[in-house]
């Protein structure tokens, strides 16, 4: 990329209100005024997008909005200015409703599965990375091997997780076709569900594969269950419906970004060599 691109694009930090309306600029201003302010909210997940301790942002889905301003700025002559919005305890339903109340230029920064229903809601990028589920509980639970056996090997255990989410639509299935009693109890993020999984052996939950690794690389006492869950999904990243910048993310996305080794090594950097087949194929 070049310098000027670099030396253009800068970063401001401001808190957030639940109250209010987070915006940013739309593009047919942008072009007409060859600048622009957008918003990144963010859930703090280490690895996707989080604040270091040096006061930085990192992840790949920071890496991957600063490679989209560079294209931007190259393509279009605007210059961006970034504001990062921190959504506290992680809790999704707060991140996805200040996305969804949001106006212009705000974009949603987190593994945000697309769904039907949720682009009633919203606007989505094209896909950006694959989605693989996998089941886990504290590291003292008995192995589950066999979907089939949840009902007696979990006999006695409570599902955890975020209400509306994926994670309930695949746990009302399994619910449905192995375990008639189980009761599903709702938390307001995946940290709350570790953090329950973490103290005591009675709960376990779906996450996304991403997710349990971050709190695997954190020694967390935790352990993954060899079952399929049977869900395929992706993730891409959601704006208000009333922006008017996803045709120019999807036509950075179709230039050749998704497929460039550029994107592979933000991939690898942040998740891990492994994680980069999960964005390969899309």
Sequence with gaps: MNQIA?????TIHLPFSYSQQLTGDSFEDALRNKTATLTYVYNDETGCASMNEAGEMEGIMIE??????????DKYDISIVSKYEKIEDRDFEKFMNAVKN???????LSYISITASRQNNY??????????????????????????????IFDGKTALCVKSSTYQESLEMIRKNYFPGMEIRFVRSELEAFDKIVEDNSYFAIFDLLLYLEFYRKKYPIKRHKVEIDQEDVFGIAMP??????????????SGFLTSQRYKEIVAENLGRSAVRLVEGL
């Design 102 to 108: 949001s106006n212009g230029g705000v974009f949603g």
């Design 64 to 73: 991957l909005m600063e490679e989209f301003q560079f294209y931007v700025q």
């Design 241 to 254: 419906l009333n922006s008017d910048w996803k045709p120019v993310l999807d036509e950075f996305f179709e």
């Design 123 to 152: 606007k989505f990028s094209l896909p950006f990375m694959k989605n693989v589920l996998v089941m886990a509980t504290n590291e003292n639970v008995q192995p589950l091997n066999s979907i089939e056996k949840i009902g007696t």
């Design 6 to 10: 670099i030396l253009l694009i800068t």
